[in-house]
Structure formats: C-alpha cells, structure tokens
C-alpha cells in the first residue's frame, strides 16, 4: 500500500488591536452585551458610508512587513456575497485581487533543517458576527458586536506536509504578531482562528482535490484536525471513491471532521470593488517609517539570545515564543547568571502561571524578585524546594521572598539538633525500611531522607540529612 503524502495550506485570520471597527467608530472591547457595540454602518443599514480605520491599515502593513512581503503601493477593497443569519448586509468588505501585502514567507524548522512556508497574501477585511446556539438547539440567537471588527488574513502556500509543521507555523506566526503589537492573538476571545486547507496524494502526484476545515480553535486541534482529515481522504482514495470539495468542522471528542457545507469557489462570492471605499494609495515613506519601527522579531533575538547569553538554541526558542516571556528573561539575565535564569522561567516560572491559567503579564511579580529570590537559594538561606513554594507564592501575590520566608518558616534549618531529633524519630519510625537499607537496599536511603525532609518541612540540605542517616545506621 502506497504512503499518502498530506499537503496543507494555511488561512489565518487574526483580529487587529484597534479600539474601533474597521469602517465605524463602534468600540472593539471583548464581553460586551450581545448587540451592544453596534451601529448603523456596521449593521449595513441603507444610506450609510463606510470611513477606514487608518490604524488598521498601519496595523495590516505591520504584518506584511514582518512576514517579509511586499505592501502594495495601491490597494482596494472587494465586497464579497453571501447570505448568512451573522452578517446584515448580505456581503463582506474585503480585499480580492490587490491585497494590502502580497507575498512574504515565515521560517520554522532548525538551524540545521530550515524550512520556510510561503505566504500568498496578507490582506484586510472585517468580521461577521457571531451565531450562539441554545443548548438542545432550538433556537439560535445572533450578536452583531463583532460585525466589523477589522482582521487580517493571512494565507499560505500548499507548503505543509507534516501536521506537526502546521502547529510549529502557527506558533511562530502568533510570536510574530505578538512581538509587532498588532495582535494579542488570544483564541479564547476569537482573535486567531484558523482554516485549513488539506489533501491528499501519492508522493510526486498532481495536487488532490482540497477540503476546507473551518474554525479551529486551538493549535493542537488544527495538527490533530490535518491528521483526521488526511486520514480520512486517503481512506476514500483507497476504497474507490473520489475525495469531493467540501467544507467540513472538525470534532476533537471523536476526533474526526464532518460535512457542514459544499466549498465555494471564489465566483460564488461575486467579488466586485466596494463602491463606497476609495482605493487607498500607500506612501513609500509611510511604509518606510512603519518597518524602522518593527521591533528585533523572534528568529532574531532567538539568535541574538543563543549568542549574547549561551543558551541553546531550544532554550531560546522557548523563551522567545512569547514576547512579555523573553523580556522578563533578559531583564533578569543582566543581573544574574544567563543559563539559571532560563531554566528557572522555562521550568517554574511557566509551571506556576500554567497551573494558574495567567500569563506572565499577569504575575504580581517581576524579574527582579526572581533574581532575588535566586540569590537567596545561592547564598544558602533556603532549600530549592523552599524556593519554588515562595516563587509561586511571590507570582500569585506580588510579597518579597523575604517576607514570605519569614512568615512561613522556610529559612534553612541549621539547628544540627533539630536536624539528628528529626532524623531519629524517622528511623524509629520505618524499622522496615532501617533493615532493608541494612540489608544493602541502597534505594531505601531515599525513602527515608524523604521522610526527613517531609517532617523539617524541606527546611534541611538533603546531603546533611544523607550523611546523617548513614553515620547512625552503618
């Protein structure tokens, strides 16, 4: 049986960071009443004009410039046709033929296997609303607040071919966007959602007919959605019967996609230039002004890190993944050891605020009261176990290490006193284990330096409490 090859194309559509709409000054804020950011032009209603949102457009040239395209010195906008319960006015203001920025490229891969996934187009357009189905469905309601908030969309070549590729692009892509201001990229609030484009073939073959998967909301669903839909193509090959053109939804319960319409083609939409909108002329020395502004981007100071600090190359393409993350590191890494500050962001930082649902953004404590808090492991006040507790508690309060050592008890016991009194009554206490490490059961020696460092509340150096144990036992 002939191995499939999956080919893959991407559509991203990213919500810009823009307090008003697209064509209107209606507020862009997340978790307003339903129907309560609305207006007259974004509800399409007859006689109105619709004005652009110069920060939207800077904001789209951003992209383009950051995904190494090519911005359009002239530019229009297209209405594009369709008729759905969420968008009022029967069409959609978009761009078809000029876009905002064409071409570019991303790169993902390693140093040593670079790849780099070709972008088409990168262009703008506003959003429809938004369908809430009644749970049993009975009803549907519609909440027009998203109507005209402004996106851009930002589609690749055919040029995946591996799911695990997809998940690495759109990580690299959301990085990019974080790190040019234009996009938090939050999925929970709908400002980055992903279409996929998949078929399949035998390795060298023509292009197979291509499928939609539509809304996926997270990266991990879109690489398992590539995998089920490629699956299931190559199971239609295999079996007589042909692949047909279609959109499809994926569902992560049964891991499979199924059928929500037939695809339409771009001639389905009846594209024609908006004729309430002036075709926009885009000044060199604008565009100029607006890439001398980007900022060092995360291939570059994923570089730049691995250069100026010796991390590795994994090291710093974690920290650089997100923005707030990698200045927090850098903030910190001026003032204390490089390589101890990576591993204690990548390993605890992360841990505490993953386990928490926040963001780095969010922690109530800065790089400075890490370095902090480091010094005082170094200088031996407090054990490593000590340390994370008052991490997570600094993160989640914003309290001095100082402070929480002190109210908590966590400075190191020195007390060689305290230290034998607990280590007698936990050899009292597990004669079983005393015999089995008597007996040459090195493992049990573990077992009760645990016991030890759970009764002094991990207040004690683990070699003292070893040698301690072995001195009574031998």
Known sequence: MATPEIVVGLETHVQLRTATKLFCGCPTAFGAPPNSQVCEICLGHPGTLPVVNRAAVEAAVRVGLALNGTIAGFTKFDRKNYFYP????????????????????????????????????????????????????????????????????????????????VWLYLNTLRAILQYTGVSECDMEKGELRVDLNVSVRRPGAPLGTRVEVKNLNSFKFAQDAVEAEGRRQWEELENGRP???????????????????????????????????????????????????????????RDRLVREYGLSWIEASILVADRATADYYEAAAKTHAPKTVSNWVINEVNRVLNEHKLSIREAKAGPATLVDLLRRLEAQEITAASAKAVLEETLLTGKAPAEIVRDRGLAIVTDTGAIERAVDDVVAANAKVVADFRGGKDAALKFLIGQVMKKTGGRVKAPAVEELLRKKLS
């Open 86 to 165: 969420d968008l009022p006015k029967g069409y959609q203001i978009s761009q078809y033929d000029l876009p905002v920025s064409g071409g570019g490229y991303v790169e993902i891969g390693t140093p040593d296997a670079p790849r780099r996934i070709e972008i088409v187009r990168a262009h703008l357009e506003e959003d429809a609303g938004k369908l809430v189905h009644e749970e049993g469905g009975k009803r549907s309601f519609v909440d027009l607040n998203r109507c005209g908030i402004p996106l851009v969309e930002i589609v690749t070549k055919p040029d995946f071919r591996k799911a695990a590729e």
């Open 243 to 301: 692949v047909v053109q279609e959109t499809r939804l994926y569902d992560p319960q049964k891991r499979k996609t199924f059928v929500m319409r037939s695809k339409e083609e771009a001639h389905d939409y009846r594209y024609f230039p908006e004729p309430d909108l002036p075709p926009l002329r885009l000044d060199a020395r604008w565009v100029d002004e607006i890439r001398r502004s980007l900022p060092e981007l995360p291939i570059a100071r």
